[in-house]
């Protein structure tokens, strides 16, 4: 039986705006989707296309306007309870730690939240102390600690409990490179020993082509993409962008081969061009650059969803 | 039963060992809420130097059903007076926080804090009560006794269930914290006051919908042999029970109402 399992899945708000008239909006249209246990799934999108919305009517926390939704079996509203024992959350916005307290404080109370056993309490939480280099802050209130090291904290408290589904919304966001890289091994050696589903939404296609083996693409409450990372790659190419700052300005670099003129900067003294891994390499787009303007320093940055969800709505003719 | 209380003791505990990390503060908040109390006591006190009676009481009354209904409304704003912090944790994410937790809301809203720095202003209520009935020559009856003890337990129940009521209108009122807040701290002062001054109104509302009269007043008028008015008979004050049923009935509504609206409605 799958996991996660919905059947056109619906959810509309009401807006009030001005005075008593209000307006309805739907975020989440008829959403179908199946989710086999052990799967690791990138549910990606724009802001504001649905994915908060999904995972909370998947958790319980909100009733679907229409259609239904299944979580390990379980119906997320009406069986709650249940399903807080099966399923670990972490919202990248909203803190599930003990804010005043050190940290091993919020172990402890998760603890006796899920009502652990003292074995078990003791292992699990040694585990992941260990697995996610906790240690040293352990003694430290949350309030003091970094983002990255909270990030790492609430991750691990949300395993606390041994969940067979753990869902992550947001769980990079505003980390640094390090403590991203650290948190996907940690997930990523996770579902290895445990053969925990992961499923999270990200902004971040780092994560995605690192963490994920399925991607779901929501675009504006619908689904747009299901399938695997390469596959999308097929579809729209996974553009990187050379960024390129130049020794003078210069016009907008407009005609080079295999790759498009994003922007420029400061009349034309940095310069963001795209282009397709697939097609032609950063070199030699760096060396067609390098005949027209002299370069002082250049960087390579990774595709970023909004430009993956653009190109998805292009491929499609709209 | 062990088992079933554990995740409450440890939010309780979390929630002691924060407050006691600052403890400067909460020394602070101790005094304050110390002062606070002394200063409503010091208002009916100033109203009985300009007159011998109000409403049939006169001041050793008056400090019984003062006694009695701070007491009871102290101890369940110690317990659950945080619930109307609701508004901040819709906001903040906490209350989405709660729904992933294989608890009850409603137990973990009330279990989610403690005002320990109320104790002070429980401790004036309780003096002035004591100082009440020894003024009054009550005789320690088993009767007696019982009502009191009775009065303070059931006058505690009303006072959370209009906690809990006033928190489950807040999640249709977002930021009308001020509405509800006039209901549940103007019934603490109308409590405090002898029922039989209050207007017709003020009867219907703090008398029988939210029946604050059962908290302080009508117990105090059973307990002292006084008269009792508004066609209610002479052991009203051995009804509160009844009023606890009826306040934890309109809360659970309230709060049924609430949590289903913020599922189905709110964001």
């Keep these: 039986m799958p996991i996660i399992q919905t059947e056109a899945l619906t959810r509309r708000f009401r807006l009030r705006t001005k005075g008593f008239r209000s307006r309805e909006i739907t975020a989440i249209d008829d959403l179908t989707i199946s989710i086999e246990a052990g799967e690791s799934v990138g549910y990606i999108g724009a802001n504001g296309a649905g994915k908060s919305t999904t995972i909370k009517m998947l958790a319980g926390i909100l009733v679907p306007s229409s259609g239904t939704a299944l979580t390990c079996g379980l119906q997320p509203v009406s069986q709650r309870r249940q399903l807080a024992r099966r399923l670990g959350v972490v919202f990248g916005q909203r803190s599930q730690l003990w804010w005043d307290l050190p940290l091993a404080e919020s172990f402890r109370i998760l603890a006796a939240i899920h009502d652990l056993s003292r074995d078990r309490e003791r292992e699990r939480t040694a585990e992941l102390v260990e697995n996610m280099e906790l240690e040293e802050f352990l003694a430290t209130p949350v309030r003091q600690l970094s983002l990255g090291q909270r990030m790492r904290g609430e991750v691990a408290v949300a395993l606390l409990h041994s969940p067979e589904l753990l869902v992550l919304d947001e769980p990079t966001i505003g980390l640094d490179v390090v403590s991203k890289q650290r948190l996907r091994e940690f997930l990523l050696a996770e579902r290895a020993a445990h053969g925990t589903t992961l499923l999270l939404t990200t902004h971040d296609m780092g994560d995605v082509s690192r963490l994920c083996e399925r991607i779901l693409l929501v675009d504006q409450g619908r689904l747009a993409y299901d399938g695997s990372l390469a596959g999308l790659s097929r579809t729209v190419a996974m553009r990187r962008v050379l960024v390129v700052d130049l020794a003078e300005p210069t016009p907008d670099l407009h005609d080079l081969p295999h790759a498009e003129h994003l922007g420029s900067e400061a009349d034309g003294l940095r310069q963001r061009l795209a282009f397709d891994p697939e097609v032609t390499t950063a070199a030699a787009l760096l060396a067609a650059v390098s005949e027209q303007a002299a370069v002082r320093d250049l960087s390579v940055e990774e595709p970023d969803v909004e430009d993956v969800v653009r190109r998805v709505y292009v491929s499609r003719g709209r | ?267």
Excluded: K
């Design chain 2, 1 to 267: 039963m062990g088992s079933r209380t554990r995740p409450y003791r440890a939010l309780l505990g979390a929630r002691m060992r924060a407050q006691s990390s600052y403890r400067a503060s909460f020394g602070l908040d101790l005094v304050s809420s110390l002062l606070i109390g002394l200063v409503e006591l010091a208002e009916v006190w100033v109203l009985y130097r300009a007159v011998d009676e109000i409403g049939g009481l006169d001041l050793t009354a008056a400090l019984v059903v003062f006694g009695l209904a701070d007491t009871a409304f102290s101890i369940a704003d110690l317990l659950v007076g945080h619930v109307d912090r609701l508004p901040d944790y819709l906001r903040a994410g906490t209350f989405d926080v709660f729904c992933l937790r294989p608890q009850p809301l409603l137990a973990q809203l009330i279990t989610s804090d403690i005002s320990l720095r109320r104790l002070t202003r429980v401790g004036v209520g309780f003096a002035v009560l004591i100082v009440g009935l020894i003024a009054n020559d009550v005789t320690l009856t088993p009767s007696s006794v019982l009502l009191v003890l009775l009065s303070l337990l059931t006058g505690t129940a009303i006072c959370t269930g209009i906690f809990v009521a006033a928190a489950g209108a807040q999640f249709f009122l977002i930021d009308a914290a001020e509405m509800t807040n006039s209901v549940v701290y103007g019934g603490r002062y109308a409590a405090n006051q002898p029922g039989s001054v209050w207007s017709r109104p003020l009867i219907a509302v703090f008398g029988f919908g939210v029946p604050m009269a059962f908290t302080g007043y009508l117990p105090t008028l059973t307990l002292l042999d006084l008269p009792v008015p508004w066609n209610l008979p002479d052991w009203a004050g051995w009804l509160a029970p009844l009023a606890a049923i009826w306040m934890w009935g309109l809360a659970g509504l309230s709060w049924r109402t609430g949590t289903r609206h913020y599922q189905g409605g709110g964001g």
